[in-house]
């Protein structure tokens, strides 16, 4: 197949045409100009669907204009496509971020388009997926036609990222900085979360955790731990130090000794600079990274999570607040599942005990109406916030009930009580 090379971004994406079904690479390595460029030309085209996960500075397609033209399907929600989804005008798609390769794969759900960006073609002519492999493996395959938008500050990586220069219809070549989520300051309350947490961490231990203040104070409370391995759907700069210190080492792991396996990877240059070409961190088809019994086969898998709202019965949410979709249901659960089958492994959610500034408690006595279960009561096992950690496996409903209370905010804790025995009719 030729590949015709593009003087601009929009005689790239010109070759979409009407009822496409197009996949758009997610995360860190969302092809902005690409982006832009198809918010140009959707609006000379009727009825084109937009797959994704989270995107990053896409705003150019949450565009009224582009109403009736584009619609977007969204596997996890971002800043952008949020306030569409509150106005009904894109679609959440609950599903776990493992069952979405299988969607693509089987033919479930069509892919006509593939919008990514990828590193310059090496000396054999293969780009890679960067930062990003996620779904986008499986939706490349999947593809009818591949659009690329090839960036040379794209970092080369390894694992599921290779993919050939010709399987390319059209490319777009320019040089774009990629986005950039510094490390944020961590507060009291964070830092006390993570001082618990950390104590569930042992040497040796398989690490899953996500980006944000608290995975970053958690991985800071772990510089004494040895031999530490990871096996993540998704990693920031907060692992940088510990391998840096020789705290992570993935030599105890059986699946994949020696590698930092992940889907994808979002922060600062340097973590970029620490992927590129760096053989010690293979990015793999989300569907492998987020299989259970991929995950199951390490052993002391810790997988740290984050919620909304935990109900007193242990029913955890975290991709809405009520009826409103804030993220998506994305890998909590298979990581959940696959740490509570591992020998040795502990399922954990660590959250603020309040929001907005103290005025409401995370813990509640049941869920806001219309809020998404992701990680059933059945499931859960380790609720964690400020004020310590409450293990609920094997627990009963007032057993789980006076655990959780104890790690709520003091301020809702005698409320919770009567609240609870109002509802449940158990007195504590």
Partial sequence: MSVKVCETALEAISIIEDN?????????????????????????????TLLQLHTERAESLASPELFGHLRHRCYFSSTSTRPLMAIGEADYVPIFLSEIPKLFKSGEQPVDTAIIQVSPPDQHGI??????????????LAAKKIIAHINPKMPKTHGDSFIAYDRFHRVYWQEDELPSH??????EVTQAIGKNVAQLINNGDCLQM?????????LACLTDRKDLGVHTE????????????????????????????????IGTQKLYDFVDSNPQVVFLDIGYVND???IQRNDNVAAINSALQVDLSGQVCADSIGTSIYSGVGGQMDFIRGASLSK??????????????????????????????????AHVQYIVTEYGIANLRNKSLKERAKALIEISHPDFRDELTDDFHKTWGIHL
């Fill in 344 to 377: 040795g492994g502990k399922a954990i959610i660590a959250l603020p005990s309040t929001a907005k500034h103290g005025q409401l408690s995370r813990i509640v006595t049941t869920l806001d109406a219309g809020a998404g279960v992701v990680t059933t009561r």
């Fill in 20 to 48: 496409e079904f197009i996949w758009t690479h997610s995360m860190a390595a969302t092809p902005r100009i690409l982006l832009d460029a198809l918010a140009i030309h959707a609006k000379t085209r009727q009825n084109l």
């Fill in 234 to 265: 998704m990693f920031s700069d907060g692992l940088l130090e510990l391998v840096d210190a020789g705290v992570i080492t993935n030599r105890l792991k059986k699946t994949h000794p020696g590698k930092i396996v992940t889907g994808f990877a």
């Fill in 127 to 140: 780009c890679t997926m960067g930062i990003s492999v996620e779904a986008t493996n499986s939706a490349c």
């Fill in 210 to 218: 996500g980006i944000g203040a608290i995975p970053d104070a958690v």
């Fill in 292 to 294: 259970t019994s991929i």
């Fill in 182 to 187: 510094p490390q944020g300051e961590l507060d």
